[in-house]
């Protein structure tokens, strides 16, 4: 397992951009696939984004074509890069890893980071 930090959130108005970061503590970073998912209040956790350990990316339709999810693994860092943030990305965004399970579904990943809040004005 790794330990993981999220950072990045924030408040910002309609329209505007934000990166988060998350760094891995541990081994074999480059071996685990990597995720973002996010809990709006009174919202069961969503997936946003995912990126394989060979570098294959993938999203919720929500996201599609305004975030992107990278890795650098020389820092142990996965990143989402959000653009044109709406009111409704507004949610707790979690960062998540694992290296046994197969698929993007939170069910599939056993570690978790703690969250970082983004806010999104209109």
């Known amino acids: 397992q790794v330990q993981l930090v999220e950072s990045g959130g924030g408040l910002v108005q309609a329209g505007d951009s934000l990166r988060l970061s998350c760094v891995a503590s541990?081994?074999?970073?480059?071996?685990?696939?990597m995720g973002w998912f996010r809990q709006a209040p009174g919202k069961e956790r969503e997936f946003v984004a995912a990126?394989?350990?060979?570098?294959?990316?993938y999203y919720s339709d929500s996201v599609k074509g305004r975030f992107t999810i990278s890795r650098d693994n020389a820092k142990n860092t996965v990143y989402l890069q959000m653009n044109s943030l709406e009111p409704e990305d507004t949610a707790v965004y979690s960062c998540?890893?694992?290296?046994?399970?197969?698929?993007?579904?939170?069910?599939?990943?056993?570690?978790w980071g703690q969250g970082t809040q983004v806010t999104v004005s209109s």
């Open positions: 990126i394989s350990w060979t570098g294959n990316s």
């Open positions: 541990g081994r074999s970073f480059s071996s685990y696939k």
């Open positions: 998540a890893a694992d290296n046994q399970r197969l698929g993007i579904r939170a069910t599939d990943f056993g570690s």
